[in-house]
């Protein structure tokens, strides 16, 4: 008796520097690794068939004329669509579908009128062609309820969470950065735009002798220009490097030498870069919107507002709590150690059990 054909949604591979490739990829050699119940294959751009390999996974080849009609589709029992805003879902009626919906951001951040009518029709799309929704953290899973008419969402569509696991970073013995501080610094990691909210940091080296790197995958040039005007105006300028595209040593650095990592994010889904400085027991600053209290817990520490006067006091007290009490980094490792891929892996399989079984 052949086993079910099962099908996940690899095309972020085509950026291995995404977001969305960093959760995807561990999520697929999880799953290739436990499995043993379905016959797995993953989707994949051209250029990275046998990127994971050939042990426990086969590869379909992603074509443009798939966001269409996709006829390979029709052969899975299930197919997991890995993002909200995929174009690529089965066009074949009989193959079920588990749909990860990572933030639904553009409801809180204002994109131009353009942006957010592309973006709601797409997770409109796939939240009614989907069997079962999976959301990254349960503050996505309240947005989605809180939001349901909207989104299309119909009662009784099974949703629930499941963390997304974080990869353990191994410091490169020997590696130094293309930029090395000069000086102790504080690091924040992401996509340099608005909803990062970066602007609101190089107010914190005023009085201090700190840097500021700020480190991500792109950075959006109006949004720089603000970040760096920001910081001329502070006096700082010269103490704020922004680096984009970074290698993973390079990121692993910057964790490992860090004094502290800050996030203060208007919008997130979920929080990765919170996690992976955790995992070098590095005290984490964080904004208390959206999905990021979920994350930190009681490991992190808070910004009331992003008055420069209150992240300050919020910075310093929790930097001095820090250098007092030498079990905070253990407690941070452990609040890390607590987002597994082996057990997102775990419960994906639970999904499509329930899915293939009803």
Known sequence: MSLPAICLDCEPFRDRHSGFSH???????????????????????????????????????????????????????????????????????????????????????????HTYTRQLAMVRRNIRRANYLVTISDFVRQDILRNADLLGYRPGQPLRSIPNGVETLVPMPGHTPGYVPRRPFLFSLGSVNAKKNLHVLPPLLMGTDYELVLAGGFAEPDYEAKVRAVAAEAGV???????????????????????????????????????????????????????????????????????????????????????AQPARAAELRARAASFSWARAATDYLTVYDHLLRS
Not at 76 to 103: E, M, N
């Open 237 to 323: 300028a010269d103490r704020v490097t922004i680096r984009t595209r970074i290698s993973e040593a390079d990121k692993a650095w910057y964790y490992q030498h860090c004094l502290a990592y800050l996030q203060p994010s208007l919008a997130e889904g979920f929080g990765l870069p919170v996690v992976e400085a955790m995992q070098f027991g590095k005290p984490v600053f964080l904004s208390q919107l959206t999905s990021l209290p979920e994350i930190g817990g009681t490991a992190a520490r808070y910004f009331p507002d992003f008055t420069p006067a209150a992240m300050r006091h919020t910075l310093t007290e929790g930097l001095r709590e820090y250098e």
């Open 23 to 113: 959760v995807v990829f561990p999520l697929a050699q999880e799953l290739a690794r436990q499995n043993h119940r379905y016959r797995l294959s993953c989707y994949v751009p051209p250029t990275e068939v046998g990127a994971l390999g050939t042990q426990g996974v086969q590869y379909l080849t992603q074509r443009s004329f798939h966001k269409y009609f996709n006829p390979a589709s029709y052969r899975f029992r299930l197919w997991h669509a890995t993002s909200q805003l995929s174009w690529y879902v089965p066009t074949g009626p009989f193959t079920k579908v588990v749909l990860t919906i990572h933030d639904l951001n553009f409801l809180h951040e204002r994109p131009s009128e």
